[in-house]
C-alpha cells in the first residue's frame, strides 16, 4: 500500500498512514515506523503572495530594491555662492622641548625600544613642513524598496484602502548632518494578510530531525533493541527507537515563519539611509614622511564653508587646493544625485604641522618626525630596537 502523509487539522502531528504504526500511550511500548523525507515547504514565498501595488511596481522580494532616484524639486534649489576668504594664518613651529617629549613618549611605547636615544641624543636641526588637507563631505539621503511580511499578530491591514503614498512623499526622521542613519518604514496603505508560505497555513511544520515520525533510531544500540547478546537496551526499553528531543516526539515543531500564527503580514517596506560621502585631499610636502601617515591625525582647521550646496574653493594661496576642491565638487554632484537626495555638503581646509628632527645619537645623525596636532612620532629607523621573544 502506497503510503500517504496524514497531518492532523490541528497540525499537532505528522505521521505516515501505514497500518503497522499505531500511537502508544506515554510510556509504553510500540513499534514505530522509519522516519520518510518531509516536506518542509517552499523556502521563498511565491510571487503570487505580493500584491500590485500602484507605483511599487517594480518593488522585489527577498531584498532591498535598487536605489529610487529622487524627483525633480518642485522649486528652485538655493545657488552656492563662494565661501568666506581664507585668513593668512601658519603654525608656528613647535619647541625643541615638545620635540623631545613626544620622542621620549613615542619610545616608551615600543616593548623593543631603548629609551636612550630618545633622552640623549642631541637635537641639531628642526624643520617645518607644514601642508593642507582638504575634504570635502557630501550628506545624502537615498530611498530603496521591498516586499516584507511578519507573523500577523493583529496589526492593521490597511491594503487598497487608498492608494499608497510615492517613496518620496513619505515623512522620515529629521537626520543628523553628516552622520550616519538608517530607517525602516511600513508604507502606508500596503499591508494585507496571506497564509503562511512556508506551513501552508498550518502553523506547524514537520520536524526536521526525525521527518515528521517523531522518534528516531536510538543511538545506543543502534535500532537493534539491545546492547550485548540478549540484554535489552535500557535507553529505549528494547524499542530500538527514542522520542526525538527537538520536537518532544509530537513529529512537528512550530513554523518559524509565521511563529504559529498560520498568517503572516506583507508589505512593502521602505529604506530611508542617511550617508555622509567624504573625501579628501592632502597636499604633497618634501619632508620625506609619507602622506597616508597624516590620514591618523588632525590639523588646525584654516577654513569651513557648509552650505546646500558648495562652490568650489577659491583664492587660495596653494592652487593644488583649489584643483582638488573643484575636482571633488564636480564628482560628488555628478555622482549622488542619480541615486540619492543631496541634502547638505561641507568642505574645510586643515592646516597640518609636520616638523623633520634631525639629531645625533653615539656619533651618528638620525631623524624622525613630529606631526599633527596630536604630536604623533615616526621614526622608522630608531637607533636603539632589539628583537624580543616570547617563549
Given at each position: 500500500?502506497?503510503?500517504?502523509?496524514?497531518?492532523?487539522?490541528?497540525?499537532?502531528?505528522?505521521?505516515?498512514?501505514?497500518?503497522?504504526?499505531?500511537?502508544?500511550?506515554?510510556?509504553?511500548?510500540?513499534?514505530?515506523?522509519?522516519?520518510?523525507?518531509?516536506?518542509?515547504?517552499?523556502?521563498?514565498?511565491?510571487?503570487?503572495?505580493?500584491?500590485?501595488?500602484?507605483?511599487?511596481?517594480?518593488?522585489?522580494?527577498?531584498?532591498?530594491?535598487?536605489?529610487?532616484?529622487?524627483?525633480?524639486?518642485?522649486?528652485?534649489?538655493?545657488?552656492?555662492?563662494?565661501?568666506?576668504?581664507?585668513?593668512?594664518?601658519?603654525?608656528?613651529?613647535?619647541?625643541?622641548?615638545?620635540?623631545?617629549?613626544?620622542?621620549?613618549?613615542?619610545?616608551?611605547?615600543?616593548?623593543?625600544?631603548?629609551?636612550?636615544?630618545?633622552?640623549?641624543?642631541?637635537?641639531?636641526?628642526?624643520?617645518?613642513?607644514?601642508?593642507?588637507?582638504?575634504?570635502?563631505?557630501?550628506?545624502?539621503?537615498?530611498?530603496?524598496?521591498?516586499?516584507?511580511?511578519?507573523?500577523?499578530?493583529?496589526?492593521?491591514?490597511?491594503?487598497?484602502?487608498?492608494?499608497?503614498?510615492?517613496?518620496?512623499?513619505?515623512?522620515?526622521?529629521?537626520?543628523?548632518?553628516?552622520?550616519?542613519?538608517?530607517?525602516?518604514?511600513?508604507?502606508?496603505?500596503?499591508?494585507?494578510?496571506?497564509?503562511?508560505?512556508?506551513?501552508?497555513?498550518?502553523?506547524?511544520?514537520?520536524?526536521?530531525?526525525?521527518?515528521?515520525?517523531?522518534?528516531?533510531?536510538?543511538?545506543?544500540?543502534?535500532?537493534?533493541?539491545?546492547?550485548?547478546?540478549?540484554?535489552?537496551?535500557?535507553?529505549?526499553?528494547?524499542?530500538?527507537?527514542?522520542?526525538?528531543?527537538?520536537?518532544?516526539?509530537?513529529?512537528?515543531?512550530?513554523?518559524?515563519?509565521?511563529?504559529?500564527?498560520?498568517?503572516?503580514?506583507?508589505?512593502?517596506?521602505?529604506?530611508?539611509?542617511?550617508?555622509?560621502?567624504?573625501?579628501?585631499?592632502?597636499?604633497?610636502?618634501?619632508?620625506?614622511?609619507?602622506?597616508?601617515?597624516?590620514?591618523?591625525?588632525s590639523g588646525k582647521e584654516l577654513f569651513r564653508d557648509t552650505q546646500y550646496m558648495v562652490y568650489p574653493v577659491m583664492g587660495f594661496p596653494?592652487?593644488?587646493?583649489?584643483?582638488?576642491?573643484?575636482?571633488?565638487?564636480?564628482?560628488?554632484?555628478?555622482?549622488?544625485?542619480?541615486?540619492?537626495?543631496?541634502?547638505?555638503?561641507?568642505?574645510?581646509?586643515?592646516?597640518?604641522?609636520?616638523?623633520?628632527?634631525?639629531?645625533?645619537?653615539?656619533?651618528?645623525?638620525?631623524?624622525?618626525?613630529?606631526?599633527?596636532?596630536?604630536?604623533?612620532?615616526?621614526?622608522?629607523?630608531?637607533?636603539?630596537?632589539?628583537?624580543?621573544?616570547?617563549?
Amino acid at each position: 500500500m502506497e503510503r500517504q502523509p496524514i497531518f492532523s487539522s490541528g497540525g499537532a502531528h505528522y505521521g505516515i498512514a501505514n497500518p503497522g504504526y499505531v500511537p502508544a500511550a506515554e510510556g509504553a511500548a510500540a513499534m514505530f515506523a522509519p522516519p520518510v523525507a518531509a516536506s518542509q515547504g517552499p523556502s521563498a514565498p511565491p510571487a503570487s503572495m505580493f500584491d500590485n501595488m500602484p507605483g511599487y511596481e517594480g518593488t522585489v522580494v527577498g531584498g532591498e530594491g535598487g536605489f529610487l532616484p529622487p524627483p525633480m524639486p518642485a522649486y528652485p534649489v538655493p545657488q552656492p555662492h563662494p565661501g568666506p576668504e581664507q585668513p593668512h594664518w601658519n603654525i608656528p613651529s613647535i619647541s625643541e622641548d615638545t620635540a623631545r617629549d613626544a620622542f621620549v613618549l613615542y619610545a616608551s611605547s615600543k616593548c623593543c625600544y631603548s629609551s636612550s636615544p630618545a633622552k640623549d641624543g642631541v637635537i641639531t636641526a628642526m624643520e617645518a613642513f607644514n601642508t593642507y588637507r582638504y575634504r570635502l563631505e557630501t550628506f545624502t539621503e537615498s530611498r530603496s524598496t521591498e516586499w516584507r511580511h511578519e507573523p500577523y499578530n493583529g496589526q492593521p491591514v490597511d491594503a487598497y484602502s487608498q492608494q499608497p503614498p510615492g517613496p518620496w512623499d513619505i515623512p522620515a526622521q529629521t537626520p543628523t548632518f553628516f552622520v550616519d542613519g538608517k530607517q525602516n518604514i511600513k508604507v502606508p496603505y500596503t499591508s494585507s494578510v496571506k497564509p503562511c508560505h512556508s506551513c501552508v497555513g498550518i502553523g506547524r511544520k514537520p520536524c526536521k530531525h526525525c521527518a515528521g515520525a517523531g522518534n528516531k533510531v536510538c543511538w545506543v544500540c543502534n535500532g537493534s533493541g539491545y546492547r550485548h547478546g540478549s540484554d535489552q537496551c535500557h535507553h529505549c526499553n528494547g524499542r530500538g527507537r527514542e522520542n526525538c528531543n527537538f520536537c518532544h516526539g509530537q513529529g512537528s515543531s512550530q513554523c518559524e515563519e509565521c511563529k504559529g500564527k498560520q498568517q503572516l503580514l506583507v508589505y512593502i517596506n521602505l529604506t530611508v539611509k542617511w550617508t555622509n560621502n567624504s573625501d579628501a585631499y592632502v597636499v604633497e610636502q618634501s619632508s620625506g614622511l609619507k602622506v597616508e601617515n597624516l590620514s591618523k591625525v588632525s590639523g588646525k582647521e584654516l577654513f569651513r564653508d557648509t552650505q546646500y550646496m558648495v562652490y568650489p574653493v577659491m583664492g587660495f594661496p596653494d592652487p593644488a587646493v583649489m584643483q582638488a576642491s573643484q575636482r571633488f565638487v564636480t564628482d560628488h554632484q555628478g555622482k549622488y544625485c542619480k541615486t540619492s537626495r543631496i541634502l547638505q555638503q561641507r568642505q574645510t581646509i586643515e592646516l597640518i604641522p609636520v616638523t623633520k628632527v634631525t639629531y645625533t645619537w653615539k656619533g651618528n645623525s638620525h631623524l624622525y618626525f613630529v606631526y599633527g596636532n596630536e604630536f604623533k612620532v615616526n621614526a622608522d629607523n630608531y637607533p636603539a630596537t632589539c628583537c624580543c621573544t616570547i617563549m
